[in-house]
């Protein structure tokens, strides 16, 4: 018998493939994510294409953490992208964990936490279907998520050296506008900065990787994984996430 679904993938699919069928961009399947509950197409979206500058937007690696998804959705619809899209290729990946988003699971329908294997040899299906896009190094990534524990937004930042490192201060100094920052000291166990943690553990240093440290381990100038706090309402957490968003693209020098 099929579980019971908490959100409806195919809303997904439906409000973003004829979207883009009449806008300047590319959309298309980049896998299938087979389950007992019916199969997942894995979308991906390419706007500005040839563009220069490279950037990937991720969302949904965690099922249960929906705002991520619905702010690439508004991104899109909203057309929010196209001022940025005049300089950038933006690489959209609106929802890497499908069989997690419908079942409403951090995990996959396997029980997988995604966002720990991207050093598995071989990785999970949807880890593969991610890298399959790093095939030149991005200049900017954005992996959108939420805490159901934060009292605030945070943030990671990962940075290639030499690159200029304020931009995810620049980027919670904006989101504060919507929603509460998390300044603690420490976060999920980690030394933070006024809602940045940025004293990470590099490639090399770590037994598992998230999604960052895979994109950082392919070339990547900068990494940002956005964590909005679950608390909030839906719609507070996805102008969080959009601010972020454009706020990141506005402060990188060009
Ligand atoms: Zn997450």
Partial sequence: MPTARINDYSIVLR??????????GRVGDIGTVATNNGSYPVLKIVLG????????????????????????????????????????????????????????TRENHEKLDLNRHFKSEPPPLEVGIVQ????????????????????????????????????????????RETM??????????????????????????MEWWPMALYALSKGAKRCLTLETAARFPLATRVEAHLTAVRTAFQNIAV
């Avoid at 563009?51 to 929906?66: C, F, Q, S, V, Y």
């Avoid at 030149?136 to 943030?155: A, I, K, M, N, R």
């Avoid at 920052?181 to 240093?205: C, D, K, Q, T, Y």
Wanted: with cysteine; hydrophobic share 35%.
């Fill in 49 to 104: 294409e040839g563009n220069p500058r490279k950037a990937l937007i991720t969302a949904g690696i965690h099922g249960d953490e929906p705002a991520g998804v619905e702010a690439v959705c508004a991104f899109v619809e909203r057309k929010l992208y196209a001022d940025i899209a005049r300089a950038w290729e933006l690489t959209l990946l609106p929802c890497v964990n499908p069989s997690g988003y419908e079942l409403g």
């Fill in 180 to 205: 509460p920052i998390n300044s603690n000291s420490e976060i999920e166990g980690m030394p933070a900065e006024g809602g940045v943690i940025h004293r990470l553990s590099g490639p090399g240093e």
């Fill in 15 to 24: 409000r973003l493939r004829p979207l883009l069928s009449s806008h300047p």
């Fill in 132 to 175: 399959s896009v790093f095939q030149s190094p991005f200049d900017l990534t954005l992996d959108l998520h939420e805490d159901v524990d934060s009292p605030g937004f945070y943030l990671y930042q990962k940075f290639e050296p030499g690159q200029e490192t304020a931009l995810g201060f620049k980027v919670v100094e904006r989101v």
